[in-house]
Nanobody, 123 residues
Framework: QVQLVESGGGLVQAGGSLRLNCAAS????????IGWFRQTPGKEREFVMA????????RVADSVKGRFTISRDSVKNTVSLQMNSLKPEDTAVYYC????????????????WGQGTQVTVSS
């Protein structure tokens, strides 16, 4: 069992930056891939980025490539999503999720989810 808690969301102007954190507790952190997804009302959950916490391999969606990065703090058991050059279309609820699969991009492959954090980018 893994518990995930996101933090760091908020309101930012277009072109600004935010850092989201996903704090994990429970089973050994390094045996999981941690993914970030986002969702807007009426739409399906969209893959953003993922990291295999053991190998640090990553997968990134084309929509955020070059603007978002993902990192891991093994001491704090957190995976962070650094979001730069934010655009209004990045506005969504952002979720982190955990899976024993290798950095999948499909939400149904993730077993554990956080409660989400709102990110709003104003134009």
């Amino acid at each position: 069992q893994v518990q995930l808690v996101e933090s760091g969301g908020g309101l930012v102007q277009a072109g600004g930056s935010l850092r989201l954190n996903c704090a994990a507790s429970g089973r050994t952190f390094s045996t999981y891939s941690i993914g970030w997804f986002r969702q807007t009302p009426g739409k399906e959950r969209e893959f953003v980025m993922a990291m295999d916490t053991s190998s640090r391999s990553t997968r990134v969606a084309d929509s955020v490539k070059g603007r978002f990065t993902i990192s891991r703090d093994s001491v704090k058991n957190t995976v962070s999503l650094q979001m730069n050059s934010l655009k209004p279309e990045d506005t969504a609820v952002y979720y982190c999720a955990a899976t024993t699969a290798f950095i999948p991009a499909r939400s149904y492959e993730y077993d554990y989810w956080g409660q989400g954090t709102q990110v709003t980018v104003s134009s």
